[in-house]
Nanobody, 130 residues
Framework: EVQLVESGGGSVQAGGSLRLSCAAS????????IGWFREVPGKRRAGVSC?????????YYEDSVKGRVTVTRDNAENRVFLEMNNLKPDDTAVYYC??????????????????????WGEGTQVTVAR
């Protein structure tokens, strides 16, 4: 059974930092594209940052997070991290990680496309206070 478990969310003041973790089991994460998405009530789930499989190597960052967010892999731990700095109230959302064998598919979905990414975690809440 494939599981993706997010952790590291919480409440911070504007300007603060958080490091989200996506722990994968049932798959070898390095062979999968991994995406970080976020959702707020009343809005469509949106891509934050996505990375192709280790073989693919491509990375995407949504414009509003460029320069503040870094996605990294720890293949030994089978985890993918999302380091977020200089957080803003608009970053408040539930953050999900997702995985699929298709790097093109995940990167497409990250940019608003309609590819159906196969595996999703349950999400972790990030709240940024003014």
């Amino acid at each position: 059974e494939v599981q993706l478990v997010e952790s590291g969310g919480g409440s911070v003041q504007a300007g603060g930092s958080l490091r989200l973790s996506c722990a994968a089991s049932g798959i070898s994460a390095e062979d999968f594209a991994i995406g970080w998405f976020r959702e707020v009530p009343g809005k469509r789930r949106a891509g934050v940052s996505c990375v192709g499989s280790t073989f693919d190597g491509r990375t995407y960052y949504e414009d509003s997070v460029k320069g503040r967010v870094t996605v990294t892999r720890d293949n030994a731990e089978n985890r993918v991290f999302l380091e977020m700095n200089n957080l803003k109230p608009d970053d408040t959302a539930v953050y999900y990680c997702a995985a699929d064998r298709s790097s093109i598919g995940v990167l497409n979905t990250c940019q608003g496309g309609s590819y159906d990414v196969e595996y999703w975690g349950e999400g972790t809440q990030v709240t940024v206070a003014r």
